[in-house]
């Protein structure tokens, strides 16, 4: 829905959105968003109206204002859910301008808006902070604006149109991201828009000429028309995949939040006899209308499953492949089937023929016959491809947490994700990865899958490691102090009314002729037993045990330490194996400075008080004794989550944003028409037959609120873990990726070369060396050597691929892979005149009695040559690892042999 719509007299009236503006500091691997939206009521009376609008789920709202058509501001204040929205009610009835913001799901907020004038204009304002997710490579971090609310599967039909904008003749949607990162920048890709890209620190930071020039960089887009697709920004920036620890004081508070980023690099040798399941979304939704890729995303998900089904180990797994959609499809119904040539080449025609035509998305039926279908004396990894949702986000949620918790060590559950398209749930999304103890990745509309569901395979075929946990050397919360009974708040005070027996006994009589035993009796029901909300411990920290640590893929952590002086200088990642062999990493401190606004909560508190939401809305952390069950431990789940929001300033499950206009009284002189807000789902986000679609909602944004000129967000705190006295590496050269045209007509905006330094920095002589980092703390440290294997693998079956290849090369050499690694000879015309002549070799290969050896041996030349860089390479690595092991098979010869020849053939 595009912006405010209400009904007067039972006709559809929109509030037409003038103008969207978005400004977005990036600070390492972390952003904050400024939003505002400027509406006009062109109606002839007042009007009570509402939208939905998306943020990410991991994001936290912590600021909501409204701003009136003088200037004036109406501040938002946060509150338990219901008291909100009795504060909104009472307003509405006075009269009063006010505003109601509150979350619909994890991922979807709703804000209504009463009593706007006629002819009024108002801005709503709203500012949220967010972790960022992965790029394409380790050393990437992904940032995006949504701009699509996606239907729900269950949605009710919508009785809202689609607001036009209103005409102005300006720009309609603009945004300026500002980026910070701890160290130097090696490119910027904005693959989603046009856009203008200056290289260098803000002038207005303090000390600008003194800051290190390739930490820095804007990215500005500026349009006549609204945002109809997510607006995606990736950095590459040299070690931003290196452990560190940034921690951030709270200005007015001794507390101090903590903010752990690392991309693990280590070598287990990898989990073996596992179960592969895919479950993949065949709703209408990833038809065509969907994508910009010919086929829709169906298209690509039939690309990324060719792929991934040849990178399967080829020794002791069994597999298996369920569609869905209104109802599910099982390959194999009686439960997965051993990994051979046969097994590949039925499920490579299955997903050959799939298409996006099996209506909504119940997702929670699919996954139930996964689980029951499953091998519980096997490891399984189930992996989720889906580009919608379900508004029984916690049914499919306790699902999935319930099989997960009862799988045993030896043979675990976990459940991977990857989220397909703008309208793609994040609430659904990064929810299934949480609670499955697995990792989620993200692909917009056009993009790529192969890069990514490569990572999520890889992942899975990494043992889990156990008791996950960070270690600050003092107590955390399962250690903290036990609380006087006076550190208890109760929440709920107990009724008042006493029921202690009198000191006398007294007789009863037996036949006592004013009581009618037939009579309804009039005790009153107990009251409930109070809330008891303990203290918050001193080291409050989410997640609280790290069930998402797997080598190469991005690990958040946060936590809130108080009082701040408990703060080590290092904090250690530790774990331990099945096995019992002990892991350990130690993570240095690095302060940070924010020039946050007053009225908002610092970045880092706000987000490690989200995710300590979730810890409590998912059941992760218990607050109760074990005892303790039913609606008391509801209610005080509650009453923490309250508590949180309260103190951080965070809408959540039951806290609201309210913002009322106690000054201005003539709106109650204006008559008012007969409205009906738009209420639930109704909400302008209709239910279409072929699976859940999204509504554009030309989102979102707002600048910064003045005051004080912006800070540089880093400073050194403390020397970094001893790894050996190794210099970082030199910055790579800055690149700027061309985007794609931009869809619908929307303005094109060319690279701009911004200053002379730019110019230099792009194409030009390297710039003089900038001052030193203020995280060269961190940067000192030595990368970890990166993990490397090669699954053993059997005798090459000489079947021929299936037909039907795409044009893509690699999804071609996929298909002329074997299920144990061989390329067959077909792979060498695949190559084209980039395949290297098989003379270099020696004339024992060359005389090998299967010509496959040759043959495979070529393509791993042309991979390493020729397919080197980025995502691709991550796209390729589980079936050149594959194919390695199985020349090595054939020729009796290690890995050290095998890499030698294919160097011969390069």
Not at 503 to 522: T, Y
Request: proline residues 9%; charged residues 20%; negative net charge.
């Amino acid at each position: 829905m595009h912006g405010l719509t209400c009904l007067v007299e039972s006709l559809t009236h929109a509030i037409p959105l003038v103008r969207v503006t978005v400004q977005a500091t990036l600070l390492d691997v972390s952003a904050k968003v400024h939003v505002q939206q400027e509406y006009k009521n062109d109606g002839p009376a007042r009007s009570d109206c509402q939208y939905r609008f998306p943020v990410p789920a991991r994001a936290a709202v912590c600021a909501f204002a409204l701003r009136k058509e003088d200037g004036s501001k109406v501040v938002g204040v946060v509150k338990e859910k219901e008291e909100a929205r009795i504060s909104y009610d009472d307003a509405v009835k006075d009269g009063k301008l006010a505003s109601l913001m509150e979350q619909d799901s994890p991922d979807t907020f709703r804000t209504s808006i009463g009593n706007l004038l006629p002819s009024e204009r108002v801005i709503v304002e709203l500012t949220y902070v967010t972790e960022l997710t992965e790029g394409e490579t380790g050393d990437s971090v992904r940032f995006h604006v949504p701009a699509n609310v996606g239907c729900r599967y269950g949605d009710e039909p919508s009785t809202g149109k689609v607001a036009p904008p209103a005409s102005t003749g300006d720009t309609f949607f603009s945004v300026d991201v500002k980026i910070e990162s701890a160290a130097p920048i090696s490119k910027v890709n904005c693959p989603s828009h046009a856009v203008s890209t200056e290289l260098g620190p803000d002038p207005s930071l303090p000390d600008a000429a003194n800051l290190p020039f390739a930490n820095y960089a804007r990215v500005t887009c500026r349009s006549n028309l609204a945002l109809s697709s997510d607006f995606v920004v990736e950095i590459t920036s040299t070690g931003l995949d290196r452990p560190r620890c940034v921690v951030e004081r709270h200005p007015t508070q001794d507390s101090a939040a903590i903010s752990l980023t690392v991309v693990p690099r280590f070598k287990l040798d990898e989990l073996t006899g596992q179960e592969y399941v895919f479950l993949v979304d065949r709703s209408g939704s990833m038809g065509d209308w969907g994508s910009t890729a010919a086929g829709g995303r169906i298209s690509l998900a039939r690309k990324a499953l060719v792929i991934l089904l040849r990178a399967l180990p080829s020794r002791d797994t069994v597999f298996n492949i369920v569609s869905f959609g209104s109802s599910h499809e099982v390959l194999w119904s009686k439960g997965s089937r051993a990994y051979n040539q046969n097994t590949l080449d039925e499920a490579t025609r299955l997903v050959d023929s799939m298409e996006a035509n099996m209506g909504a998305t119940e997702i929670r039926t699919a996954l139930d016959s996964v689980f029951k279908l499953r091998d519980s004396k096997r490891p399984t990894s189930v992996f989720v491809l889906t580009d919608g949702d379900a508004w029984d986000l916690d049914g499919v949620l306790d699902s999935v947490k319930s099989v997960v918790s009862a799988a045993t060590p030896d043979a675990p559950l976990r459940v991977f994700s990857l989220g397909i398209g703008e309208s793609a749930s994040t609430a659904m999304v990064d929810s299934l990865a949480r609670v499955g103890r697995g990792i989620a990745q993200y692909v917009s509309d056009g993009e790529s899958f192969t890069g990514k569901t490569a990572r999520l395979l890889r992942a899975a075929r990494s043992p889990p490691i156990l008791n996950a946990r960070l270690d600050f050397g003092v107590a955390a919360e399962t250690e903290a102090r036990e609380p006087a009974s006076d550190d208890f708040e109760v929440v709920e005070a107990p009724n008042e009314e006493s029921n202690v027996l009198a000191d006398k006994v007294q007789s009863v009589n037996l036949f006592d002729e004013s009581v009618d035993p037939l009579e309804a009796s009039n005790d009153k029901v107990p009251p409930p037993k109070p809330v008891e909300l303990p203290p918050p411990a001193p080291v409050q920290l989410a997640p609280h045990t790290l069930h998402s640590l797997y080598p190469g893929s991005r690990l958040h952590a946060y936590g809130i330490v108080t009082p701040a002086s408990l703060l080590p200088d290092k904090v250690t990642l530790r774990g331990e194996l099945a096995t019992g062999e002990q892991l350990a990493l130690d993570v240095p401190l690095v302060e940070a400075r924010s020039g946050d606004s007053p009225t908002s909560p610092p970045l880092l508190h706000a987000i490690a008080a989200r995710r300590l939401i979730q810890e409590l809305e998912d059941g992760s952390h218990v607050l109760t004794p074990p005892d303790t069950e039913g609606d008391l431990a509801a209610r005080t789940v509650e009453a923490a989550v309250v508590r949180l929001g309260n103190q951080y300033s965070l809408a959540s499950t039951h806290t609201s944003f309210v913002a009322v206009d106690e000054e201005d009284a003539k709106r109650g002189k204006v008559p008012k028409a007969l409205v009906h807000i738009v209420e639930g789902s109704g909400g302008g986000m209709p239910r279409f037959g072929g699976g859940a679609r999204a509504m554009p909602l030309m989102a979102m944004a707002m600048p910064a609120p003045g005051g004080a000129p912006p800070k540089a967000l880093f400073r050194s705190r403390a020397a970094p873990a001893a790894f050996g006295a190794v210099p970082p590496p030199p910055a790579a050269p800055m690149a700027f990726a061309a985007p794609p045209p931009a869809p619908g007509g929307q303005a094109l905006f060319g690279v701009a070369t911004g200053s002379p330094a730019a110019v230099d920095a792009i194409g030009g002589p390297a710039a003089p060396a900038p001052a030193a980092s203020s995280l060269a703390a961190w940067q000192a440290s030595p990368p970890v050597s990166d993990p490397s294997s090669a699954p053993a693998a059997d005798s090459a079956a000489d079947s021929p691929p299936t037909a039907g290849a795409s044009p893509d090369t690699l999804e071609q050499l996929a298909r002329a892979q074997t299920f144990d690694g061989a390329f067959l000879p077909s792979a060498l015309a695949l190559l084209g005149p980039a395949a290297a002549p098989l003379d270099a070799l020696p004339p024992s290969v060359r005389g090998h009695k299967s010509e496959c050896v040759g043959v495979t041996l070529a393509v791993l030349a042309y991979m390493e040559s020729s397919m080197a860089g980025g995502e691709e390479r991550e796209a390729w690595e589980g079936m050149a690892e594959k194919a390695s092991g199985w020349v090595a098979l054939e020729l009796e010869v290690g890995q050290e042999e095998v890499q030698r020849l294919v160097e011969l053939l390069k």
